[in-house]
């Protein structure tokens, strides 16, 4: 019985693990997602600062 209850505990901090790691992988790539448009926000503000 602790072996099963040994077996459950560790399947949820497999399940916390998991979870942590594709909430760090998604805040990756919000801030790359960020980064991106911010860098063609300033782009668009040098095509019209260069258009006039």
Do not use: M, T, W
Not at 20 to 40: K, P, Y
Not at 42 to 51: E, K, N, T
């Amino acid at each position: 019985v602790s072996l099963l209850i040994k077996h459950r505990s560790f399947r949820r901090e497999l399940d916390f693990v998991l979870i942590c790691n594709i909430f760090d992988q998604s805040d990756r790539l919000l801030s790359s997602l960020g980064e991106l448009s911010f860098r063609l926000a300033i782009f668009g503000v040098y095509l019209d600062l260069s258009r006039s």
